[in-house]
């Protein structure tokens, strides 16, 4: 059984720090594309930042642009999800996904239609 497991959200003041982190078990981890994603209140899911064996990808978007960096550890089966200079627009519930990778991919997908597997997500409240 496919599992994804997130931790590590919880309320943090303004320019704080959070790692999140993605365990994942049930499939062949280091063959999947893991993404994170975020959804806020009343707001769409936006990607935020993907990464598989030899690449990485986050969102270019002025609001995450050198604040999120993306990591992980196969031998652990984990994907890590650092943020710095938390802002209260980042307050979001916090998905990671999987994907299996395809051989056309030049890149990770940030898109979340690409995975097919969430993990429940952990909440993120910034305060300002």
């Known amino acids: 059984e496919v599992q994804l497991v997130e931790s590590g959200g919880g309320l943090v003041q303004a320019g704080g720090s959070l790692r999140l982190s993605c365990a994942a078990s049930?499939?062949?981890?280091?063959?999947?594309?893991i993404g994170w994603f975020r959804q806020a209140p009343g707001k769409e899911r936006e990607g935020v930042s993907c990464?598989?064996?030899?690449?990485?990808?986050?969102n270019d978007e002025n609001s995450v642009k050198g604040r999120f960096t993306i990591s992980r550890d196969n031998a652990k089966n984990m994907v890590y999800l650092q943020i710095n200079n938390l802002k209260p627009e980042d307050t979001a519930v916090y998905y990671c996904?999987?994907?299996?990778?395809?051989?056309?991919?030049?890149?990770?997908?940030?898109?979340?239609?690409?995975?097919?597997?969430w993990g429940q997500g952990t909440q993120v409240t910034v305060s300002s």
């Open positions: 996904a999987a994907a299996l990778r395809s051989r056309l991919w030049i890149e990770c997908p940030i898109i979340g239609s690409f995975y097919g597997y």
């Open positions: 049930g499939f062949t981890f280091d063959r999947y594309a």
């Open positions: 990464v598989m064996n030899g690449n990485e990808r986050t």
